[in-house]
């Protein structure tokens, strides 16, 4: 299952990824989904099956599933710990799930610039977004945009303009896990170099499973989480 499947990106990876399985995959909006639709059609990926719905509605979903996938979804919700809940429910016993969250350290440039948006009132209009940029260019000409998601506009809009955003650290991350019967199974990064600096911190953990340790490491490394990686829990059988 992919919870938020957006326009299709996420879709096709697992289709490729997950071989003679069948992919159930659901969003809010209707243009983002018949988008999907027809770029896996282009691709001839027929083992998937698209539906409108809300991660609040997926008790109406009468299946369980062996994996579920939903990445930078539910820290947009009003309450993630209840979107979280429900899919824990559709998730077989011992079967894994796919999360990601953004990080409260590592987001605090972001929180300083949407308290600005908020401030002065501006809607995410494609005028009020590419004249924000530019402001942002050159009030922090000293800085490195390094977020791809800096020079397109919908990942722009997604960055900062986003109405709804949750910041977690990584002990608040364990809490919730915990409270939904869930094992975590680590982090992905795209840089192998923070957990080797991890590894070097804590040697102890060798699996890099500690989210109290990691927690402190993100203390002295505050965009450790900048990417906002990607993590895999299994649900634990009662």
Known sequence: LIAGCGTGKVVLSAAKMYKNSHIY???LSKNSLAY????????QQKNISFFQSDILETREINKKFDIIECTGVLHHMEN??????????LLKEDGYIKLSFYSNKSRKFVKMIREDIKKNK???TKENMIKYRNKMKLDYKNYTFTSSD??????FRDLFFNVKEHNFSQIEVKKMIN???LEFLGYYFRDPEIKN???KKYPQDTKCLNLENWDDFEDNNNLAFAETPFFWCKKIKK
């Open 36 to 43: 999907a639709k027809r770029i896996t059609e282009e691709f």
């Open 179 to 181: 409270e939904c019967d």
């Open 122 to 124: 501006l809607k995410n």
């Open 80 to 89: 993630p710990l209840l979107g979280l809940k429900n899919l824990v429910n």
């Open 197 to 199: 600096s991890y590894k």
């Open 150 to 155: 800096f020079y397109s506009l919908s990942g």
């Open 25 to 27: 995959a659901f969003d």
